[in-house]
T-cell receptor, first 116, second 112 residues
Framework: DVKVTQSSRYLVKRTGEKVFLECVQD?????MFWYRQDPGLGLRLIYFSYDVKMKEKGDIPEGYSVSREKKERFSLILESASTNQTSMYLC???????????????FGDGTRLSIL | AQKITQTQPGMFVQEKEAVTLDCTYDTSDQSYGLFWYKQPSSGEMIFLIYQGSYDEQNATEGRYSLNFQKARKSANLVISASQLGDSAMYFCAIDGYNKLIFGAGTRLAVHP
């Protein structure tokens, strides 16, 4: 089974702190993604990466950065946390599109982040 | 730009009955994929079913089937013989070149 592991289920931080969310996958997937989920808005893509050291902005990258130094690990960084970044954060991974066509994304359990 | 619309914020169904969750999409691509995910209250996103735009038959996976009407740009999820454990949020998504575009979701409640 595919396993996508997020480092924390729940996290509480203060405004202005630098926050790191870690994600590890064990299926040798090329693609990795970070989403945030807010009620009524579904999942919105923050950043994604299709290879080591590669990254692409998603729909809402402002206030976030990412790091992918190894294929299995994708980190989301909140440079200076703000209260409007309180949300559920979901990491996902998948094989690249051109391997046998469309590939489903496999998700971690999510991190509920509260910024006080 | 691609877009997914799920017009039902909430649905309820009696246990053992079938239920249809609506999904319409907008895309200018000729080739695309549609996905359905389930999110229980615990938070994880579970992949349910996939339909490719060139697939001639509707996708099925156990009790899940996809009513794909390409001309109408709709990809409704049908859950047959609902179970209490089907109570969850359900998201429709379209594949956009290695990215997924999600709808706002439908919350399904299964009543005994």
């Amino acid at each position: 089974d595919v396993k996508v592991t997020q480092s924390s289920r729940y996290l509480v931080k203060r405004t202005g702190e630098k926050v790191f969310l870690e994600c590890v996958q064990d299926m040798d997937h090329e693609n990795m993604f970070w989403y945030r989920q807010d009620p009524g808005l579904g999942l919105r893509l923050i950043y994604f990466s299709y290879d080591v050291k590669m990254k692409e902005k998603g729909d809402i990258p402002e206030g976030y950065s990412v790091s992918r130094e190894k294929k299995e690990r994708f980190s989301l960084i909140l440079e200076s946390a703000s209260t409007n970044q309180t949300s559920m954060y979901l990491c996902a991974s998948s094989f690249r599109y051109d391997r046998e066509g469309d590939q489903p994304q496999h998700f971690g359990d999510g991190t509920r982040l509260s910024i006080l | 730009a691609q877009k997914i619309t799920q017009t039902q914020p909430g649905m309820f169904v009696q246990e053992k009955e079938a239920v249809t969750l609506d999904c319409t999409y907008d895309t200018s691509d000729q080739s695309y994929g549609l996905f359905w995910y389930k999110q229980p209250s615990s938070g994880e996103m579970i992949f349910l079913i996939y339909q490719g735009s060139y697939d001639e038959q509707n996708a099925t996976e156990g009790r899940y089937s996809l009513n794909f009407q390409k001309a109408r740009k709709s990809a409704n999820l049908v859950i047959s013989a609902s179970q209490l454990g089907d109570s969850a949020m359900y998201f429709c998504a379209i594949d956009g070149y290695n990215k997924l575009i999600f709808g706002a979701g439908t919350r399904l409640a299964v009543h005994p």
